[in-house]
């Protein structure tokens, strides 16, 4: 891989964040790409061909080299997007390609909804939109990826309660580590993040089951940034799917999905449900399930169908 000359900037926002990006110097076109949910990782975008594709990579508020690190204050999806306009106006892109995988794939499909006119078209790989109801699959419903493991899950649920809590609700899992990951008690706030990121990275890969070793320090911010974004989408309830697959059908906007067939944590009846809607719509969508892989864009298959989907936009 040729190594390709790069700028790194940050964005100063109006409330209080420096967020940063790294903007590549060569390639005709642009390429915003979202992180997922477990901060910045080198392997993001690798998939993406050096010579065509010019890749513009974010530090997501609160994650990586931006700063405050950690920080949940205004860190909601309409601050994130806000941030890659600004970032977009700030590098005179026209237009981009939006990527994203997991929770960067939310953010890719909610940029498409919000900013159409700024895309060259969405590609997302392992597609959930934070409903309730995918909320629930991952972290609450005692038939949904905890079907699949019955023992971790049992120890996901017994870390979740506190020694005073008489609350055995498994529904109110994601509200009880929220409490747990902000608790002013760093023991108590470090075993809680552990235990919610050791359980989140189960069923990602195929090639691996043991989540990466990270510091308490970093596990407290990622699990409580992840946790009060879940939050907010709790609010919420189901909004984007409909929005979305609406505005980007009108638009024309093209929509690519790639999901693993074994991909435990979003489904790939998520990302076909999403490429249906948008077909009836009169949309132009398609949804690629990959066999042998799971969530992880490093599973067999995925890097070759990513770089097949991107074709579609040129």
Known sequence: TMAKSCTSQFL???DGHSVYFEAENEGDIPVLLFHGGWGPLKHDGAFLDKRRYRKVYIHQRGWGKSCPAGSVENNDVESILRDCEGIRKKLNIEKWIVVGGSTGAMLAFAYGTEYPQSCLGVLVRGLWLLSPTELDFNYQD????AYFYPKEWDQFLASSYTQSSDDRDTYKVIRRYNQLVNDKNMDVAAAAAQAWLSWDCLGSSVLKTKAAAVSDAIAIDTAKIGLHLYMQAI??????????????????????????????????AWAHKVAEKIGQLGGDSCCTIVDGAAHSELDPGMMDAMKSAIHDFN
């Open 12 to 14: 100063t926002s109006e």
């Open 142 to 145: 005692p038939k949904g990826k």
């Open 235 to 268: 609010q919420r309830g189901d909004y984007l799917f409909a929005k979305g697959t609406k505005i980007m059908a009108e638009k024309g906007l093209k929509v690519r999905l790639v999901t693993g067939r074994h991909d435990m944590l979003c489904p790939p």
